[in-house]
């Protein structure tokens, strides 16, 4: 019978695509794969390669909430014995976590079983979750070179992998970027927290660029359902070609034909720009955990790949300077499109599955 796996990832789609992108790697080689995740997660994982999936109770709560602590604690426990009597009949060769409280259960009822563990950081900094795990688990895999607020002895044996992408995404690593020449084409990301800023401010900024810029682009923007009419209205004002919708499902085929990419900076975006070798502007999002967002884009503003703009200091004028300054310079984003590959990693699934299998029993 082929190995089991359980791979632990829920919440939101940062944790889910890099999971899932593991995976199918696994299932190719021959393993078979076993979901672990809450409600939230199950909304993502339509196309998750799982013969099953576990849902098991899990809760978090603020520091500084005693009570709330409690009371997620107990949920917590709750969903450690439905991972253990889950783990006695499926008895996984290996659990591998990806951060997040739905995670948390399925980690430590492994490790209080004695099964091989890995658990796996998205982002530059290492979340709360994976803190708290890192030093019960085998094994730690990382996206970043850097992992802050990780102690120096969890440092000191991470494994540097990259983020594991969609296969659609990695097959953009071979595809060269080629400069605009007439049209010009922006990808507006908007995430899936705090996107009301990016909904309304990036059409108010598009619409302040030169007229002869205006009429050379086209913008695909992923915009909240409230936000949307208003922003087709300020784009059809400014004569500007547009594409306005809540979710993009082909998100490859829209990387594929970016001059330039707007967005958060939140890991599976920053992989994937990097795996894509396309130049974006990024907004770190001021309200994410240890402010990790701002960490995720430092690799590729360092690398020349990204401009980056804090929430504090983002108006519509900075921003609709910073478009017409890259906008108005083709060899400047082929620069930043060369520098977002020289930072890729595009076989992260592959060096993380290679991981999962020498960790496994």
Not at 291 to 296: G, I, P, S
């Amino acid at each position: 019978m082929n190995k089991l796996a359980v791979v632990a990832a829920g919440g939101t789609g940062g944790h889910l695509f890099p999971a899932q992108a593991l995976a199918e790697t696994l299932a190719a080689r021959g393993w078979r794969i076993v979901l672990a995740t809450d409600e939230r997660g199950a909304l993502y994982a339509d196309k998750f390669p799982a013969e099953e999936r576990l849902a098991l109770s899990a809760a978090t709560a603020k520091s500084g909430d005693p009570i709330g602590m409690l009371k997620a604690g107990i949920v917590v426990m709750q969903g450690v014995g439905q991972a253990k009597a889950a783990f006695k009949r499926l008895d996984p060769a290996v659990v591998v976590g990806f951060g997040g409280y739905p995670a948390l259960p399925a980690l430590l009822a492994a490790v209080g079983q004695k099964r091989p563990t890995v658990i796996h950081e998205q982002n530059a900094v290492l979340g709360r979750v994976n803190r708290y795990l890192a030093p019960k688990v085998n094994e730690v895999a990382c996206a970043f070179p850097t992992l802050e607020l990780a102690k120096p002895a969890v440092k000191a044996r991470a494994h540097v992998v990259g983020n594991p992408v969609r296969p659609a995404i990695r097959a953009l690593y071979d595809v060269p970027y080629l400069p605009p020449e007439v049209q010009l084409r922006i990808l507006v990301t908007g995430g899936s927290q705090g996107a009301r800023l990016l909904s309304e401010l990036i059409p108010e900024a598009v619409a302040k660029l030169p007229e002869d810029l205006r009429g050379r682009l086209k913008v695909f923007q992923q915009a909240r359902a409230e936000s949307m009419e208003g922003a087709r209205k300020i784009y059809r004002n400014a004569m500007v070609e547009c594409e306005v919708a809540p979710f993009f499902r082909d998100m490859a085929g829209y990387l594929r034909q970016a001059h330039l990419v707007i967005g958060r900076a939140g890991a599976s975006t920053c992989c994937e720009l990097a795996v894509a070798g396309r130049p974006s502007i990024l907004i770190p999002l001021k309200i994410a955990a240890d402010d990790h967002q701002r960490f995720n884009a430092r690799q590729l503003e360092e690398a020349g790949a990204a401009a980056v703009c804090l929430e504090d200091e983002l108006t519509v004028d900075a921003m609709a300077g910073a478009l017409n300054a890259l906008l108005k310079d083709p060899e400047r984003l082929g620069r930043m499109a060369a520098g977002a590959r020289k930072v890729a990693t595009p076989d992260a699934a592959e060096q993380l599955a290679d991981l999962v299998e020498k960790t496994a029993r």
